[in-house]
């Protein structure tokens, strides 16, 4: 699925780019605000380009219309005039604002992937911290079943702790198995792991 989605997205900006580049190439030059119009557009497969692959989608994308716009540049070139000189300023900038974009963006995603293995980290921790005690508590409750009657409202009461600490246990399995982390509002403006969400569906459903 998110191989499909990559592939959407690259195609996307591949038509934008082609599709701007071909507004170029179709109006005349005597239409020089149209032509300016269409150059800005071009920021728009790059900012595209970097919030969905970062600085090497973005670094991608900035060469490839730095070679197209760079060709028409060259192919209407007039001696260096005051619009030779705009577009090629115009084609600088493209390159700054992709890679300064692409790179905040990897920046961002070291940032949220550090966060999940840190969510991860303490969630397995508070797991194991949690299996000893547990583990220890199911077995006493166990065992001092054995000394009352099946019948008995203590025996039944016995029953009711070791199905909840069961339930606990189940829990914790879970927890211990968040293998994506996902979010979700919680009382106020708290935020919370939702933990149906997070772990492993093989493990949620055992």
Known sequence: MAFKNNQAKIILVTILVLVITGLHIATSQKHELSHIFYRELYFLPLILSA????????????????????????????????????????????????????????????????????????????AHEINTPLFSAIGTSQLMQDEFNPDSDTYNDLQLIIRNLKEIKQMVKKIAAIENPEMKTYVGNSVIVDIEKSVNPNISSN
């Open 51 to 126: 919030f969905w692959f970062g600085l090497r989608g973005a670094f991608i994308t900035s060469l490839c219309i730095t070679f197209v716009y760079l060709s028409y540049t060259i192919f209407h070139w007039q001696s260096l005039s005051h619009n030779d000189l705009d577009r090629l300023l115009e084609i600088l900038l493209f390159n700054i604002v992709a890679n300064g974009l692409g790179f905040l963006r990897d920046r961002e995603k070291t940032i949220e992937k550090e966060k999940r293995k840190a969510i991860m980290a303490m969630a397995s921790t508070v």
